[in-house]
Every structure is written in structure tokens, then in C-alpha cells.
């Protein structure tokens, strides 16, 4: 599975960010895509998830109704939209795919442990929100 990332980039506080991930080369219809970040000086963590089924989405607490996650599953590519951007929000965002659909789902998405459940990755966007 190949994961291609886009979007990302320098913003002012309570500025929008859109960002786009797509995942190629999944062997069936099952899959979960994930946001995940790291800012400087910090652990890894899931940011928001979906599924191919039953279209679960996951949020991490932080987000806090500011980011939503829609997906199209004929490529399959899922986008981040990141509204009211805080200067907390720094950091290298990664998107990450699983062919377990349940890893995202109401019991296998956890923000914390979830990075480490996820298998392809991809190389990380920089979003930097700062006056």
C-alpha cells in the first residue's frame, strides 16, 4: 500500500487547512485511513480516522468539533478539514492506512494507541499555524 499526502502548510491562528491522503494498492475492499501528528517534542498521536464500511469516523479529544474527515472510496482518498487552526496544532502530520477495517471503528480507535496499529505510512506534511 502506498500512501500519498498533500495540503499542509503555514497558517494564522484561526485559519483553515485542508489535507488530502491517498492509499493505493489496498487488496480488497476493507480498509481504515488515519490523520496521526507529531509536534516537536511530543509522541505520536491519531488526530481522526475512517473506515471503507460502515464509515465510522474517530476524533481525538483536541479536536474539539474543529477538524472534519470525509472520504471517497473509489480511489480511496480521504480529506482532513482543519477549521479554527490554534498554534497547538503544530506539527508533522501523517497519514497512515491498515487493512483492518476495525481499526477504526468504536472500539479500535484510540488516539494514543492507535499509531502504533496502523501499517503503511506516509512521509508527513508540515502544518505550522503561527501569527
Known amino acids: 500500500v502506498q500512501i500519498a499526502e498533500s495540503g499542509g502548510g503555514l497558517v494564522q491562528p484561526g485559519g483553515s487547512l485542508i489535507l488530502a491522503c491517498t492509499a493505493s494498492?489496498?487488496?480488497?475492499?476493507?480498509?481504515?485511513i488515519g490523520w496521526f501528528r507529531r509536534a516537536p517534542g511530543k509522541e505520536r498521536e491519531g488526530v481522526s480516522c475512517?473506515?471503507?464500511?460502515?464509515?465510522?469516523?474517530g476524533y481525538a479529544d483536541f479536536v474539539e468539533g474543529r477538524f472534519t474527515l470525509t472520504r471517497d472510496n473509489a480511489k480511496p482518498t480521504v480529506y482532513l478539514q482543519m477549521n479554527n487552526l490554534k498554534p497547538e496544532d503544530t506539527a508533522v502530520y501523517f497519514c497512515a492506512a491498515s487493512p483492518l477495517l476495525y481499526r477504526c471503528s468504536g472500539y479500535g480507535w484510540d488516539p494514543r494507541r492507535s499509531p502504533a496499529e496502523y501499517n503503511y505510512w506516509g512521509q508527513g506534511t508540515q502544518v505550522t499555524v503561527s501569527s
Open positions: 494498492g489496498f487488496t480488497s475492499d476493507y480498509w481504515a
Open positions: 475512517v473506515n471503507s464500511g460502515d464509515g465510522y469516523v
